[in-house]
C-alpha cells in the first residue's frame, strides 16, 4: 500500500509539471497563430496547425516527457491500489498544477481555488486511511473488447464535438480527456499477460488497443482544453473524468474495497474529491479570457500586466 501511495503521489507531481509546462507551450502557440491569422477558427478554437505547432515547443516536449513518466507510474500505481484511490492520487495533480500556474502562467489564485484545493488535498487523506486492498482485475475478454469500443466513441466523437463547438468546448474537452485516462486506467487494471508475464496475451488483449487509443486520444484533447480554457478549469474537469468512472468500476466489477468499517469514509472521501476539483472549475475559468490573454507568458519568460488573470474575491 505504502509503495502504490508514493507511486500515485510520483505520478501526480509528474502530469501537474507537465501539465503547466504544456499549457505554456499550448497558449504561446495558439497566441503566435492568432496573431499571424487574426483569429484561431471561424468558432474561436484552436486550428490543428496550432495543436501541431504546440507539440514542438520546448515546454510542452518536456511536459510531455513528464506525461509519459507520469503514465508509467500510473500503471503501476492502478496495478497496486484500487482504482477509486490510485486515480484520485493521481489526480491531486490539480494541486500542483495550481501552484505551478501561479509562476509560470501568472495565475492569481482566489481564496475560493485555494479553499478547493485544501477540500480535494483533505479528500485524499480520507482516502487514504479507508482504502483496503485492491481487486483482481480478471475480467471476461468481452469487457475488453467494451472498453475498446467505449473508448474509441469517447476519443473519436468526443473530438469531432470539441472541434464542432470551438472556443467553448474548453471544459467538455477537459473532461474528454479525463474519461480517456480514466480508460487508460482500467486498462492498465485489466490487461492481460502482465502477472505473470505473457508477451503473447499482451499483445493480442484489446485492452492494450485500449489503453492506446485512450491514451492518444486523451492526451490531444488534454492539449485542446490547455489551448483555448483555464488551466486549472481544464485540469479540474479532468479529474472529475479520470475519477469518478474509473472508481465506481473498480468497486462494482474489479473487487475494490475499503477496510472493514470504514466504507462512509471512503464515500466521503471520494464525494469530496469530486466536489473540491469541480469547485476549481467553477471559480478557475475567468469569464472573457480566451487562449490570446490567460497569462501566456511571452518569450522573455514574462506575463504582461494586461494579460495576468485578475484577484477575483468571492
Not at 510520483?10 to 497566441?31: D, E, F, N, P
Not at 482544453?225 to 473498480?250: D, F, K, R, W, Y
Request: hydrophobic share 55%; aromatic share 6%.
Amino acid at each position: 500500500m505504502l509503495i502504490g501511495l508514493l507511486t500515485a503521489i510520483a505520478a501526480s507531481i509528474c502530469y501537474g509539471t507537465g501539465s503547466v509546462l504544456q499549457a505554456v507551450g499550448s497558449r504561446k502557440s495558439a497566441r503566435r497563430e492568432a496573431a499571424a491569422a487574426g483569429r484561431l477558427t471561424d468558432r474561436g478554437g484552436p486550428s490543428l496547425s496550432s495543436t501541431a505547432k504546440a507539440a514542438t515547443t520546448w515546454e510542452f516536449v518536456v511536459g510531455t516527457i513528464l506525461d509519459f513518466i507520469g503514465f508509467g507510474l500510473g500503471a503501476l500505481a492502478a496495478r497496486l491500489l484500487p482504482l477509486f484511490l490510485s486515480q484520485t492520487v493521481i489526480s491531486a495533480n490539480l494541486v500542483v498544477t495550481a501552484v505551478l500556474s501561479v509562476r509560470l502562467l501568472g495565475i492569481r489564485l482566489t481564496r475560493a481555488e485555494w479553499t478547493s484545493i485544501g477540500v480535494v488535498c483533505s479528500a485524499l487523506v480520507l482516502l487514504a486511511s479507508a482504502a483496503g486492498p485492491e481487486g483482481s482485475g480478471h475480467t471476461p475478454v468481452a469487457t475488453h473488447w467494451w472498453l475498446l469500443a467505449i473508448s474509441v466513441l469517447l476519443m473519436v466523437g468526443g473530438t469531432a464535438v470539441v472541434r464542432l463547438l470551438g472556443g467553448r468546448a474548453a471544459i467538455l474537452a477537459g473532461l474528454l480527456s479525463g474519461l480517456g485516462f480514466g480508460a487508460l486506467g482500467v486498462g492498465v487494471r485489466i490487461l492481460n499477460g502482465i502477472d505473470p508475464f505473457d508477451l503473447g496475451a499482451l499483445l493480442t488483449d484489446p485492452a492494450l488497443c485500449a489503453i492506446l487509443v485512450a491514451g492518444i486520444g486523451g492526451m490531444y484533447l488534454h492539449t485542446v482544453a490547455l489551448q483555448i480554457g483555464s488551466v486549472n478549469g481544464a485540469t479540474a474537469a479532468l479529474v472529475v473524468g479520470e475519477t469518478v468512472l474509473p472508481g465506481m468500476i473498480g468497486v462494482w466489477w474489479l473487487g475494490d474495497a475499503s477496510r472493514p468499517g470504514f466504507a462512509w469514509l471512503a464515500v466521503l472521501g471520494f464525494a469530496l474529491a469530486v466536489a473540491g476539483a469541480v469547485a476549481v472549475a467553477w471559480f478557475g475559468a475567468p469569464e472573457g479570457h480566451g487562449a490570446e490573454d490567460t497569462g501566456v507568458p511571452d518569450e522573455h519568460g514574462s506575463v504582461p500586466e494586461d494579460r495576468r488573470d485578475p484577484v477575483r474575491v468571492p
